[in-house]
């Protein structure tokens, strides 16, 4: 079965550094999401995508957040200047956009800032 | 008022025992609904769709009462490894694909 796939499994960044989390989308799917959880807290949704350009995004993505397709397969999420506050996990997902499909989940990268 | 909610629990209870959650949901638009379980640190994983008409998976039983906007889930003879956190998500598969996740509810299964 095809699976949302995500890179790295963890990552280890001091404050103020740049991270981009990867992500590949099962190959099909039309849109793409990221969502973050903190630890022992819900799952907050951060931005969707689709055609190219964001389709909707959360008060969490601020301007520090961007999210890129850079070619067929891959879909990036950046965080510009990290926080303490940015320690989470990072969950891609994707969805057909067929009727009523669900998400797909990759496995996270847990982000840890120190 | 959340889109979606949940008691967040913890559900405890011994293993063989049935137990079942529910989810309210604000949005009488939305249109398609899903239980998923999540474990520890890990990805959310699809448990079940939930359709119109109620459906069953095995030991797990779905259901959607779209009058009182609520759905349910129903688990029978509680494994231990069914302890998790569930998720109750709703969407709007016509409305830029939106996706409202409650916030969990915790099941511990106890020997």
């Known amino acids: 079965e095809p699976e949302v796939t995500q890179t790295p499994s963890h990552q280890v960044t001091q404050m103020g550094q740049e991270v981009i989390l990867r992500c590949v989308p099962i190959?099909?799917?039309?849109?793409f999401y990221w969502y973050r959880q903190i630890l022992g807290q819900k799952v907050e949704f951060l931005v969707s995508?689709?055609?190219?350009?964001?389709?909707?995004k959360s008060e969490i993505f601020d301007d520090q957040f961007s999210v890129e397709r850079p070619d067929g397969s891959n879909f990036t999420l950046k965080i510009r200047s990290t926080k303490l506050e940015d320690s989470a996990m990072y969950f891609c997902?994707?969805?057909?956009?067929?009727?009523?499909?669900?998400?797909?989940f990759g496995n996270g990268t847990r982000l840890t800032v120190t | 008022r959340k889109e979606v909610e949940q008691d967040p629990g913890p559900f405890n209870v011994p293993e063989g025992a049935t137990v079942a959650f529910n989810c309210t949901y604000s949005n009488s638009a939305s249109q398609s609904f899903f239980w998923y379980r999540q474990d520890c640190r890990k990805e959310p994983k699809l448990l079940m769709s939930?359709?119109?008409s109620g459906n069953e998976d095995g030991r797990f039983t779905a259901q959607l009462n779209r009058a009182s906007q609520y759905i349910s889930l129903l688990i029978r003879d509680s494994k231990l490894s069914d302890s998790a956190t569930y998720l109750c998500v709703v969407s709007f598969p016509y409305n830029f694909n939106k996706f409202y996740f409650g916030s969990g509810t915790k099941l511990n299964v106890k020997p």
């Open positions: 190959s099909n799917h039309l849109y």
């Open positions: 939930v359709y119109s």
């Open positions: 997902a994707s969805n057909s956009g067929q009727g009523e499909s669900p998400l797909h």
């Open positions: 995508f689709y055609n190219n350009e964001i389709s909707e």
